[in-house]
Nanobody, 116 residues
Framework: QVQVVESGGDLVQPGGSLRLSCAASGIRFSINAMGWYRQAPGKQRELVAI????????YADSVKGRFTISRDSAAKNTVLLQMNSLKPEDTAVYYC?????????WGQGTQVTVSS
């Protein structure tokens, strides 16, 4: 059974940094991509960043230059999201999605709150 677990969410002041981690286990087939999405209260879930198995990354315009997605070289099937220069509008539940050949698997989410 595929499991996706996010960690690293926290309360941080504006201008601060956080690093989120997403670990997938129970994977029997190749992962096509892993991505981070977020959902703020009253808003739709939106793509933040995604990285393919080949290493290509795409970002939402709102986070370009501030967030970096990468694969964890020390842990298999794990991606990181480094978030710098955080803003109050980055406050949301951040979800990780694993894109497999036939279906996607979502994690339960981790809360990021940016507030003074």
């Amino acid at each position: 059974q595929v499991q996706v677990v996010e960690s690293g969410g926290d309360l941080v002041q504006p201008g601060g940094s956080l690093r989120l981690s997403c670990a997938a286990s129970g994977i029997r087939f190749s992962i096509n991509a892993m991505g981070w999405y977020r959902q703020a209260p009253g808003k739709q879930r939106e793509l933040v960043a995604i990285i393919t198995s080949g290493g290509a990354a795409n970002y939402a315009d709102s986070v370009k230059g501030r967030f970096t997605i990468s694969r964890d070289s020390a842990a298999k099937n794990t991606v990181l999201l480094q978030m710098n220069s955080l803003k109050p509008e980055d406050t949301a539940v951040y979800y990780c999605k694993v894109v497999l050949v036939r279906y996607d698997v979502w994690g339960q989410g981790t809360q990021v709150t940016v507030s003074s």
